[in-house]
């Protein structure tokens, strides 16, 4: 009944197989693509008519991982997936910036990638077989593509590269690297997309990885074209676009224009000009007749398509780009921080046209954002968030939820910044920064990471090194005639072949993302631009260090204050109390947040000094443990015709004796002490049921002779509860 189709082939160790002919055979291509227990099912579908009222791709990816591929019952209340997690967009654009360079520039049809995770291995990460697959889907589709890709991740342990890093490769132990490497051919010349995390590494490690991850391609690529040439599906005619009969009548009658207008620098100045040069030539050839539509449309797509061949022969033979600029020229960089006093950080970085203002909020550990996903859930203590304002391109727009381009950015820029973020053992707070952007004109999110990076010293979150980002262009022209640039405008990215984002420090890479708009790039085109990059980085570390060097001392007056203590496991529980009663009287009373590990450690978080104070000393109370001979300032809570109850620390009373009271006989004790009375105490005796039991005459005799030996109502618990000096209150100074 099945036509199913299997290939399966050695990966480097593991068993990786595709097959198809049995799942989704009403799709124009199905794979399911599988590793160890992990399968991936990927489908496409294409529209048999192309859109002529488009002038862009219409391709959409879905990547969506089941609960029920890890054994799981989605959490909540409706128990079933809902809308894509961050993590499920990301990897979406993860497939879709790999395979976007196969199709052909005349393709126009509108065409969907659903990729679905049905098993998961937490062995094998099901990101790189969603690639595969993809690309097994696409080249038995029937849709015109240059090739297959394959795809690989590299991580690098002990030195030492390791592909597709499985669970026995701890993520500590790798995480110095985490590399996706896409590409049509093993030999590293057909690269079309890398992404990567690194932790200060230099840039001959990062073109080592590519290339490691590169000559692995070579089985995954030929088992699809086997695949491929097993079904011999016929491919779809694709028909040149309608408006390619414009371009030499725009080019001979506009070519001045346009030139005039790429030269410009400002960004405002040069929209203007090029959008009256759109209207002048509609109108040109609309000079005799009504306008059509469509007519239209292939007009403006034409134009698009001849300014990008001028802007691209300006490059490579002229050596001039958008704005005059040298190919390696930074435009110019201003940097501010502080510039709200309420904020806990803040700081605008403003490079040409484009414009990022970036705020910092600490937080307690509460704040902490928890992450579900198939492995599991993680709490993530640095967040950041990349939103992107209609004003900032002078357009009107409804605000929505963060779009998949916000969460690709934002995700981008974090991991730029991570490497220098402190651990939370280094630096207790929750850290989220918001970097909203008020003006644009290309490279917003490598703005972010230097408007991030000034705005966490600005708020002394203990960094010790600046990052910064640069978005590098290029195009590539023929016989290997290719010219790079730095600092890419919007215009330059939109015209040109490749866009890679760099961030780094004075010490390495921190992220790399290169996406490209042609077939593929070769290493050596990558290693000139990481090259050229640094010296980018450089500059613009410098500009950063002159407005700011490290992190101020002193936390914002109005950030959240906290204070750290360990106490013994077996009296979590007194602090927690029945139901959590105790903590919650403690978090009301003192207008406090409370932190309690499994390890013993508490933190306690407040914005009033004080509070946090009384909250830590109530704290202490509780998990006391009180010995013979310990001295306290008491209160006198009760009194009896035996005795009277003092409590000797809050939560805590103790029992004195009428004999205890004086030296001498009493016959009314109400004679000797009153309630309320402010007494000192000493601890003479603690009986089986942790009765404790007091003497005053340490008031008088003691208290004269014994000087020395008196101490504080905290210091006989500060003796037996070690408290970490995590902040001092009363200057808000932050010590490690």
């Known amino acids: 009944m099945f036509n199913e189709i299997i290939k399966k082939v050695d990966w480097c160790g593991n068993m990786l197989s595709l097959s198809t002919g049995k799942v989704a055979r009403d799709a124009d291509g199905a794979v399911l693509a599988s590793m160890g227990n992990t399968s991936v099912l990927c489908t496409v579908v294409f529209d048999k008519n192309s859109r002529t009222d488009i002038d862009f791709f219409p391709l959409c990816v879905y990547y969506r991982e089941m609960s029920y591929a890890a054994g799981k019952i989605p959490g909540g209340f409706i128990k079933k997936e809902g809308k894509f997690s961050e993590h499920e967009i990301l990897i979406s654009r993860l497939i879709d910036r790999s395979i976007r360079p196969l199709f052909d520039s005349n393709f126009c049809n509108e065409t969907q990638i659903i990729c679905t995770v049905m098993s998961y291995d937490p062995r094998y990460s099901p990101d790189i077989l969603a690639i595969i697959g993809s ?27 390791v592909l597709n890093p499985t669970i026995h490769h701890n993520s500590t132990d790798h995480r110095e690297l985490d590399l996706v490497v896409a590409a049509t051919t093993c030999d590293y010349d057909s690269i079309t997309m890398v992404e990567a995390r690194a932790y200060e590494i230099k840039k001959e490690q990062i073109l080592a990885a590519i290339k490691f991850g590169c000559e692995s391609l070579n089985p995954v690529i030929s088992a699809i074209e086997e695949m491929q040439s097993s079904l011999r599906k016929e491919k779809f005619v694709v028909t040149a676009s309608p408006h390619l009969s414009y371009n ?13 207008a790429l030269l410009l620098s400002i960004k405002k100045e040069r929209n203007q000009k090029l959008q009256l040069i759109q209207q002048n030539v509609i109108d040109y050839f609309f000079q005799n007749g009504a306008k059509d539509e469509i007519a239209v449309l292939n007009i403006k797509k034409a134009l698009d398509n001849v300014i990008s061949m001028i802007f691209r022969n300006l490059v490579l033979q002229d050596k001039t780009r958008i704005g005059n600029r040298a190919m390696d020229e930074i435009r110019p960089i201003i940097c501010e921080v502080g510039l709200f006093n309420m904020v806990h950080g803040s700081a605008l970085f403003t490079r040409g046209n484009t414009q990022s203002l970036a705020t910092i909020t600490l937080g307690s550990s509460t704040d902490e954002q928890v992450v ?14 990349y939103i992107f304002l209609p004003y900032s391109v002078g357009e009107i727009s409804s605000l929505r939820a963060a779009s998949r381009r916000e969460i690709g950015h934002g995700y981008l820029a974090k991991k730029a910044i991570q490497p220098v973020i402190p651990t939370k053992e280094e630096f207790p707070y929750t850290i989220r920064i918001v970097s909203e952007i008020t003006q644009s004109d290309g490279s917003s999110s490598m703005a972010t990471v230097c408007s991030a990076s000034l705005s966490l010293m600005d708020a002394g979150v203990p960094i010790k090194t600046h990052t910064a980002g640069i978005a590098m262009g290029g195009v590539c022209g023929e016989n290997n005639n290719f010219q790079i640039l730095s600092d890419i405008c919007g215009d330059e990215d939109h015209f040109g072949d490749i866009d890679c ?109 004080e509070n946090v104070k ?121 010590f490690d």
């Not at 696409?138 to 002990?158: D, E, H």
Request: glycine fraction near 8%; proline fraction near 2%; include cysteine.
């Open 372 to 385: 579900e996903q198939l492995n599991g859930c993680e709490r993530q203590h640095f967040l950041l968030d």
């Open 135 to 161: 690309s097994a889907a696409l080249a038995i589709s029937g849709i015109p593509i240059i090739r297959p890709i394959g795809a690989a991740r590299v991580g690098l342990v002990n030195d030492e590269f």
């Open 501 to 609: 984002k760099v961030a780094g420090t004075k010490n390495g890479i921190t992220a790399v993302q290169l996406d490209i708009k042609v077939q593929g790039i070769s290493l050596s085109i990558i290693e000139n631009i990481l090259r050229q990059a640094e010296i980018g980085i450089d500059h613009i570390l410098g500009v950063m260090n002159n407005t700011i060097n490290c992190s101020k001392s002193e936390l914002s007056a109005y950030a959240p204050m906290v204070q750290t203590l360990e106490i013994q496991k077996e009296k979590i529980r007194d602090i927690i109390g029945v139901g959590g009663k105790v903590i919650k009287e403690i978090c009301k009373s003192f207008d406090v947040e409370i932190d309690v590990g499994e390890n013993g450690e508490v933190k306690v978080w407040g914005n009033i000094g």
């Open 614 to 734: 009384k909250a830590v000393q109530n704290i202490e109370s509780i998990v006391f443990i009180p010995q013979i001979g310990d001295i306290f300032d008491g209160e006198v809570v009760k009194i009896i015709e035996s005795g009277a109850f003092i409590k000797y620390v809050a939560g805590r009373d103790g029992f004195v004796h009428i004999s205890e009271i004086n030296d001498t006989h009493i016959k009314d004790i109400n004679e000797h002490i009153k309630l309320g009375d402010k007494v000192k105490v000493k601890i003479i005796g603690i009986d089986h049921k942790n009765r404790v039991k007091l003497t005053l005459r340490t008031d008088k005799e003691h208290c004269k002779n014994n000087k020395n030996e008196q101490q504080n109502v905290t210091g006989p618990i500060k003796k037996r509860i070690k408290l970490k000096e995590t902040a001092v209150i009363s200057n808000r100074k932050y």
């Open 248 to 260: 030499d009548e725009i080019l001979a009658h506009f070519n001045y224009d346009i030139r005039s």
